[in-house]
């Protein structure tokens, strides 16, 4: 029998005719007669059963190829989002980071030194003054030095010159050196990160589908995690007394029976299907948060619960004509 069916839970009285289907009910295994709380105005819309499901479920799959080194995790073990999962073989990408940290560190040092911009710029100081005073000499005096001297003279301040702009252009160069060895390190610290499986939510380990020392590949599921931390109870309404657009973004009611008794829950009605089915009824969606109870919760996907949904009362988000949230 399921944790709705508590032998606590007490029954309203009720006249013959109301109490034949209860009866009935109560005869079937695994059936409970669930009472919905009674409407407290008008506007309240009543459903006695409402099947709680899970929001949150993933199939956690590898990211990168290699071996399975590590699974901390056993089946029933609760983990934070970001709590490790299962640790993939780094052993390359760590390397690769490593070699990309060292090219780095060599390029930003070529980067912040100026020595050559430095030198060359004086060195082509120097040429310059050498090959002004030849000038001068010859002007003063023709012929004091040869022209071929001084043509000399001259090629070798402009090639001070382009020495002075090949060292700034080689100083450019050297910062771009580093920032494509940040990259690169960047990109290893990627694989290495996704080398570490990580739960995408707050959850539950219900499945383990690897071992460690296994191959794997990307994509390949290693286990599943469902999170119960928020939970739906789905049901339906005939749409001949109720529309959509009088149920979604409503707040809701949600009372279950437990062991221990009946619990409440506030919740919303986060969905409600503008598809009529062959019955006349259309689908509509409550999410509840749940509640921790000790070192377990209090409701579980497979609980039956009654739903009292507050039609009379404002949305809690904004809605289109259809129903539907925007």
């Not at 669930?34 to 008008?42: F, L």
């Not at 993939?88 to 020595?115: C, F, G, M, Y």
Request: aromatic residues 4%; neutral net charge; proline residues 7%.
């Amino acid at each position: 029998m399921k944790r709705g069916a508590s032998q606590n839970t007490r029954l309203q009285p009720m006249s013959k005719l109301n109490a034949i289907p209860v009866v009935f009910a109560l005869l079937i295994p695994g059936v409970v007669a669930a009472q919905a709380p009674a409407p407290t105005s008008p506007g309240d819309i009543s459903v006695p059963r409402c099947l709680v499901t899970l929001i949150d479920e993933v199939n956690v799959p590898a990211q990168e190829t290699g071996v399975l080194r590590k699974i901390p995790v056993e089946r029933g073990k609760y983990v934070p989002m970001g709590g490790l999962l299962a640790q993939i073989d780094d052993s390359v990408p760590s390397k690769q980071h490593e070699i990309a940290s060292r090219k780095l560190d060599k390029a930003t040092e070529q980067a912040t030194n100026d020595v050559d911009i430095k030198y060359a710029a004086k060195a082509a100081e120097v040429s310059q003054a050498e090959y002004d005073m030849m000038r001068a000499a010859n002007e003063g005096v023709k012929g004091t030095v040869a022209p071929i001297t001084i043509r000399k003279a001259k090629l070798q301040w402009e090639k001070a010159i382009l020495q002075a702009e090949q060292a700034d252009m080689n100083f450019k160069v050297a910062g771009l050196t580093a920032k494509e060895a940040k990259a690169e390190m960047e990109a290893a610290q990627i694989v290495i990160d996704r080398c570490q499986i990580t739960s995408p939510i707050d959850g539950i380990v219900v499945q383990k589908y690897r071992h460690e020392g296994e191959w794997v590949r990307p994509g390949d599921p290693l286990m599943r995690v469902v999170g119960l931390k928020r939970l739906k109870l789905d049901g339906s309404l005939s749409s001949d007394k109720y529309s959509p657009s009088m149920v979604v973004g409503k707040p809701a009611t949600v009372v279950a029976t437990i062991p221990t008794g009946q619990v409440k829950f506030e919740g919303t009605v986060v969905f409600a299907s503008p598809e009529i089915d062959s019955n006349g009824n259309f689908d509509f969606t409550v999410e509840v948060q749940n509640r921790p109870d000790g070192d377990t919760w209090i409701l579980f996907p497979g609980d039956v619960a009654s739903v009292t949904i507050h039609a009379s009362q404002p949305s809690s988000m904004r809605t289109n004509f259809t129903g539907v949230q925007n």
